[in-house]
Each structure stands twice: as structure tokens, then as C-alpha cells.
């Protein structure tokens, strides 16, 4: 059972982050290794069809005593740096922090140091004495702790997804002790929320960029191409194909397998 839905009394319900439990949850790992994907409502018709078509993810759940509830997922990823940067390319050659593994691979692929910090002051403080020179951070961590304050320019783009997916969820044993009317109450509230989630995610960006702006941060938003340039120039296949062997040796059952189901989904919600 994963921490983040404990027995104790009183907290039956809790999000689990998968990133957090890579442990307990090794294929999870999975989405944030995409630098590209669906947007807004699209998300939710990825996350729902991963879960429909491949067992494994269902299993990992069942495995840790978890019932998903419901689907939360991230905003855009964001790249807030200290200098003025044109484009992508602009990474290459600077001192970049992301807390993602992935991330980390998809800087150093870019031509960036990548830097693993703790997030706190010191990450202000590196910033403003330019021994850093960006965070790749989802737009609404940047936003809502404000690094624009100190590394105000910001590129961002709706394709740029952060692959995270934040899952309400129960313990089994709860779910089970549930009567069947409330357990179908519970899925239809869920659904209800769905209908209203992409747009309400993406008028929050669009009002999240527009706040920066405000603040005085300097945001372009990116095109679909650029962010597709930077996908294929970070070769972000041979990190998922590096991962999934490593994952493998560590005796995580179908990690190849399923990297390459996701990939296809991936693959059928881009044409």
C-alpha cells in the first residue's frame, strides 16, 4: 500500500503522484517520458484509453491496493529563463533545474547542464546570481511560486505537456465496503468533472500567460512545429528505450511492452 493512501483513519481518500512513488510504481513512469502530447480534454482521452487497453496500468494499481477515483492532470511544461531566449535552441550551453529524470536527459540532450536542486530559496538565489540559468517546470508551478521574479522570460506551449497524471484514489478495502449506490455515485461525479476539465484547463493557461505578462515576464508561446523540432532533436526514443532496459534489468515486468503500447496510443491521438 502506497503511502500517499494510508490506512490511518480519516485519509481512506488521497492523489497519488506517481512520480513520487517510482518504487511501488515503475510504469507510471511512463508519460512524463514524452516531451510532446494531447492538451486540455485531449489528456483525459489518453489517460482513459491507456487505462482501458493496457493491463498493465490497471495492474500496478490493483498491486498497491489502490481504486482510481478520478484523473487530474498537469499543465504544460514552461521554460523560464534568466536571460531573453529566442527559441529552444537558446538551452543549449546554460545551467538548467528540472526535478523530472526524464527532463534531466531531455536537457543534457538539448546541449544543457542539466541541475538536480531541492526546491527552495536556494533555487532564487542561483537564479538571480545566474549560477542557474532556467527551470523546466510545469507553467503553473513557475506561475504560482512565482520564478518569473527572477527568470522572466518564459517559453511555453501547449504541446510541451508535463505527462503528469494525478490520481484521486481509495483503498480497497474502503471501495469494497462502499455500497453499490455510492460507488456508482462516485464514478458518476467523476465523469461529470471530465466534461467540464479541458476547457477549464485551458482557460486557466491562457489566463495563467496572460498574468505573467502583467507581472512583466516576457512569454512567447510556442507553435506546434517548434515544439516538435525540439521533440526529434532531443532523441527522446533512445531515452525511453534506454529506460525501458534498465527497467527491465531491474525486473519490472513489461516495461518494453509497455513503452511501445503507450507509444502506439501516443502515436494514434498526434495523427
Not at 503553473?140 to 522572466?152: F, T
Not at 474502503?174 to 485551458?202: N, P, T
Request: aromatic content about 10%.
Amino acid at each position: 500500500m502506497l503511502g500517499a493512501v494510508s490506512k490511518a483513519e480519516g485519509t481512506d481518500m488521497a492523489t497519488v503522484v506517481p512520480e513520487y512513488t517510482a518504487k511501488e510504481m515503475p510504469l507510471h513512469q511512463i508519460f512524463k517520458g514524452f516531451p510532446t502530447g494531447p492538451t486540455g480534454g485531449r489528456q483525459l482521452e489518453f489517460f482513459e484509453k491507456v487505462y482501458a487497453d493496457i493491463p498493465a496500468f490497471p495492474a500496478e494499481l490493483e498491486k498497491n491496493d489502490i481504486v482510481q477515483l478520478f484523473f487530474g492532470t498537469g499543465y504544460p511544461v514552461a521554460f523560464f529563463s534568466t536571460e531573453p531566449m529566442a527559441g529552444l535552441d537558446g538551452l543549449e550551453g546554460g545551467k538548467w533545474r528540472s526535478a523530472s529524470f526524464w527532463h534531466l536527459d531531455f536537457l543534457r540532450n538539448s546541449g544543457a547542464t542539466p541541475v538536480r536542486m531541492h526546491w527552495g530559496p536556494e533555487i532564487y538565489e542561483a537564479l538571480k546570481a545566474r549560477t542557474l540559468d532556467g527551470l523546466m517546470v510545469n507553467v503553473d508551478s513557475g506561475y504560482m511560486l512565482n520564478v518569473h521574479d527572477a527568470a522572466p522570460h518564459v517559453l511555453v506551449s501547449k504541446d510541451l505537456w508535463l505527462g503528469h497524471v494525478y490520481i484521486l484514489a481509495m483503498n480497497r478495502r474502503v471501495w469494497d465496503g462502499l455500497a453499490e449506490e455510492d460507488r456508482q455515485a462516485i464514478r458518476r461525479a467523476g465523469q461529470a468533472s471530465y466534461a467540464a476539465l479541458g476547457k477549464v484547463m485551458d482557460e486557466s493557461f491562457n489566463r495563467q500567460v496572460e498574468d505573467l505578462r502583467k507581472a512583466g515576464a516576457t512569454v512567447r508561446v510556442l507553435d506546434v512545429e517548434e515544439a516538435k523540432r525540439w521533440e526529434a532533436a532531443i532523441r527522446y526514443r533512445d531515452i525511453q528505450s534506454n529506460w525501458a532496459k534498465e527497467q527491465t534489468g531491474q525486473g519490472v515486468a513489461n516495461a518494453e511492452a509497455t513503452l511501445a503500447a503507450v507509444t502506439s496510443i501516443m502515436d494514434d491521438m498526434a495523427g
